[in-house]
């Protein structure tokens, strides 16, 4: 596969640009992102679909201009994808030909199970939970689809799009009969989909994967509303329960209070039937919990492209982002397999006194391959910049508790006992005296980096750590022992074995 | 040269390894550091500079451990040097057989001479003042040295150092003899040094490059008291003026006053006699500034090894930092010089109306060759993760306020217009009006980082791009004109050529 690779998007609202680029064989980071509204749908839902010329003007220019700064990239392979409004329109032949001819780039049209299969496949791979419904809006259409511990299964495509629908109602000022219309439509075309979250183990406790510009936008309203910690969108949770008034307020609202709300203008026209799409959609499923996916089809066509002899999933112990960070890193890659080691041996011995879950285990590996990350700018203050390129850098597959946990951990590697900053960042953080522990084992673990065999022991609440005589021990003398609110406390010896 | 090398440095109070890797010919950082307070030379002064059993015991332990580290990191080259305490000590062979017996590692015992020059090869190379007085205060001796627009002038090695005076004068509460001996010492001693300053072109404006553990304790000290901005000491500056009655103080303080002052308790016996000496030396050179240098001998000893056919002077358009990232991350080549270019042109056009400073143009190149850095981390927000980067890890070769520019310039390339946060940041920026300036010639820079053809024009404070017509150009269109409040309001209009 190449090594830099473009994805354009043909939606009915905007056409999209990602270009990602691969560090190694399941590592990859995006590099460069571009987005122009040229709407290309405009006025063709109310012209039998008919792709209008000044919209498709807009779409050759936009794409003459991609192509122009993917080539600048030195991008060898280009995956261009069109959805819905060319999928529709009759007279589609004629503008792929032109953009053939005069971008040189093959317009690929996909049905909208496709569609549904690429928002799918980005979800399933590089969302932190594996199993929920995806739904992605676009302005011509909204797919959803089933993922079930990774593993994609039904999927359906909607003509229900928030372009369309602002065409087809709300500039007609038939608001009241577009929530009528949405109501019926996906009540009879989500049977599939029901049946399957019914029969399924998730049918509770239901996960959505939103994707698409409708909800991204939303989601940045959420978290301006809540002052959230972070400004990273993909991967933020939102509980159903308490939105779902949100969105019946935004899809009520006028210009004036979207605007005054944050929404851009570029976006005031199509925010309130895009969330009718959604808020209908959550309704009708029952859902307990909105993800928001910053990766949608761009993302899956190339992941359909980089694992095609894979089944279309990455392998379950690699992240890609992870791995992109270790690819550009190469350091003391020794140092990171002995700091894991240490991290799995302690969090075995202290995990039952100490009732540290699972996923604590994996934040304690993360950190381990990332520990040094931070000397490659500057070794003064490594812990810090190592702390702040993890919760910047993991991007896919992380929740934001884990990513925070993960930058905490390698924070407080150095000072050794983490500090909590504020109440909101403390919900984004284990409680209180597993997040000590936590940090001791990794503050322990790095102390030890260069011990490849030591003994390590747990009775009465003390930690024997048997090590090869040594000469210096400053590291472990810096250790500071966990301050514990509720658990008793923890002690640790050292002996020459 | 090998790719990684280690430096190693016994002092008479500590002995050091800096671990450096090469990322290209003149690219390069730190990637580790260790510190053991072996204190090699204890009671070394009072028995005619024999080293005493214990303490080369100690310096042994030392070594092996560092040996173990180093070896870890894959270093393929190591350079250790030994300075005062052992061109003193007449048991010397001794020590280094056994080092070399124990340890693998062949000491090499140099001269006064050749540690003056090495902290004065660092300083030239690594600073970003290119004229001044290298001071560096050990353990057991203290060297000057001259440097002239980066050449390597006069150097002397004084037998004063902080654990020399603390073991001959402060242990034996004889501090004003102390006192009367160290100004005694330094007038008969730098004769030349004064000589040469007064014959120079900074007499009456001298840098002093402060090297040495005293002088960084100190610098921490001064950092806290005026709640700096930053937390990296190298390239820190201080205004003699303001500082001697400070250096009074510590002199002759008490333990108490100096732990609760915040110096670190193995500091507390050395950081007196060490700063006795700083004083003297400043007051008797008369200088004006004094910036701190992070780094020394051991950098020294690497830019010896590394520019040994190059006549130890680094090429004047590299620096070793820049060089380093964009070694890292070589994406994005061909903008940067693009980006490069129009700010050249830019700031050659608008340099006369608002008065810019020719530093300013460095800043704005060194901010092109790492415009884009930060999307290696995340594509999203890349501008602030570039400019974390650029902040953190232009390490030699920057003043603060070049850094802090720098950073600047690369965070307001997104959002346009920079903002001040604090006044005491502000200090650290260029005037009000030229950071505006400076940030719209950076921001259009980089809106144009994909035309290498374009007409550039100024004209009644407006500016007139000429560019080749374009199918999309938002990103100049959401330029911000700088908010100017003492210079006349500048405009810009594009036109097709």
């Known amino acids: 596969m190449a090594k830099i690779t473009t994805i354009i998007d043909i939606g009915s609202n905007s056409a999209r640009m990602a270009i990602f680029q691969k560090t190694s064989r399941y590592g990859f980071h995006l590099i460069h992102e571009l987005k122009s509204k040229v709407r290309i749908s405009e006025g063709s839902y109310e012209h039998d679909s008919y792709l209008q010329p000044q919209a498709m003007a807009r779409a050759l220019n936009a794409l003459k201009e991609f192509k122009k700064v993917s080539d600048s990239l030195k991008s060898r392979k280009l995956i261009c994808v069109a959805t819905s409004a060319l999928r529709d329109a009759p007279n589609k032949a004629e503008f792929i030909a032109q953009v053939k001819k005069e971008c040189g780039i093959a317009i ?8 549904a299969y690429y928002g799918a496949l980005a979800c399933a791979n590089l969302l932190h939970e594996k199993s929920g419904v995806t739904i992605d809006i676009g302005g011509g259409s909204t797919e959803l689809a089933c993922i079930e511990n990774g593993v994609i299964q039904t999927m359906v495509s909607l003509n229900l799009g928030s372009i369309r629908l602002k065409e087809l109602f709300f500039d007609h000022n038939n608001m009241q009969e577009a929530y009528r219309y949405v109501r019926k439509y996906v009540k009879e075309h989500i049977k599939d989909i029901k049946a399957f979250c019914a029969s399924s183990s998730f049918m509770n406790n239901l996960n959505v994967f939103g994707i698409g510009g409708s909800i991204r936008a939303y989601a ?6 809540e002052s959230y910690a972070f400004n990273f969108l993909h991967g ?15 899809t009520h609202a006028s210009n004036e209070w979207l605007l005054e709300s944050g929404f851009e203008e570029g976006r005031i026209d199509s925010i309130r039937p895009g969330l009718l799409i959604l808020q209908v959609i959550l309704e009708e499923l ?3 919990k909105l993800i928001i996916s910053g990766v949608g089809v761009r993302e899956g066509a190339f992941l359909n492209d980089m694992l095609r002899y894979h089944h279309g999933k990455l392998p379950n112990d690699i992240n890609p982002s992870v791995r992109s960070l270790q690819d550009i890193f190469l350091t003391s890659l020794d140092d990171s397999k002995t700091i894991s080691k240490h991290t799995k041996t302690l969090f075995n011995l202290l995990k039952e006194p100490y009732d540290l879950e699972d996923s604590h285990l994996q934040a304690l590996q993360v950190a381990s391959k990332l520990y040094n990350i931070g000397a490659n700018f500057n070794f003064y203050q490594a812990h810090k910049h190592s702390a702040y390129i993890a919760l910047h850098s993991l991007h896919y597959g992380f929740g934001h508790k884990e990513r925070y946990t993960i930058a905490t951990l390698l924070e407080s590697s150095h000072k050794k006992r983490p500090k909590i900053i504020t109440q909101t960042l403390e919900n984004l953080l284990p409680e209180h005296d597993a997040l000590q522990i936590l940090s001791f084992i990794f503050a322990l673990s790095v102390a030890l980096a260069k011990e490849k065999k030591i003994t390590l022991e747990f009775r009465d609440y003390t930690l024997s750590i048997g090590i090869h005589a040594l000469p210096l021990q400053q590291a472990l003398k810096e250790i500071v022992l966990p301050r514990l609110e509720e658990y008793p406390r923890l002690g640790f010896i050292v002996n020459e074995i």
Chains 1, 2 share one sequence.
């Not at 940045?220 to 509303?225: F, T």
Request: with cysteine; aromatic share 6%.
């Open 108 to 115: 690929k049209v996909i049905d909208g199970t496709k569609e």
């Open 220 to 225: 940045k309203y959420e978290m301006d509303l």
């Open 236 to 250: 933020y949770e939102l509980c159903v329960e308490n939105i779902l008034e949100h969105l019946e307020t935004i």
């Open 286 to 288: 029952s859902a307990k």
